[in-house]
């Protein structure tokens, strides 16, 4: 069983869904590609197993929650988060003496 979820029937709801199991597997995909900072502490992953098993609990469809596009919700959730990209550019950009873009 999942360690850290507040519910481990929220779990059980998402984790007996199929559509919702495929959401999150593109989400953490996608996630891994943009590396969020925020991505470390595992608190935006298991926010995304209560997000969708709330939406399963509900009787909603992932497409009423993730509209469209996952990549769509995935930008939505990081758009405040710093990647380990920005952290990279601000040391090159400090070693090298220039001013950021």
């Keep these: 069983m999942a360690r850290g979820f507040e519910s481990h029937s929220t779990y059980a709801r998402w984790d007996a869904q199929p559509a919702w199991k495929k959401s999150y597997k593109e989400t953490q995909r996608?996630?891994?590609?943009?590396?969020p900072v925020d991505l470390a502490d595992a608190s935006l992953l298991s926010g995304l197993v209560e997000y969708f098993g709330q939406g399963a609990a509900d009787g909603g469809g992932v497409a009423q929650l993730t509209a469209t596009d996952i990549a769509v919700l995935c930008d939505g959730l990081v758009k405040h988060s710093r990647t380990y990209a920005d952290i990279y550019r601000e040391s090159r950009s400090r070693a090298s003496g220039t001013a950021e873009p």
Excluded at 30 to 35: M, Q
């Design 30 to 35: 996608y996630l891994f590609k943009v590396e």
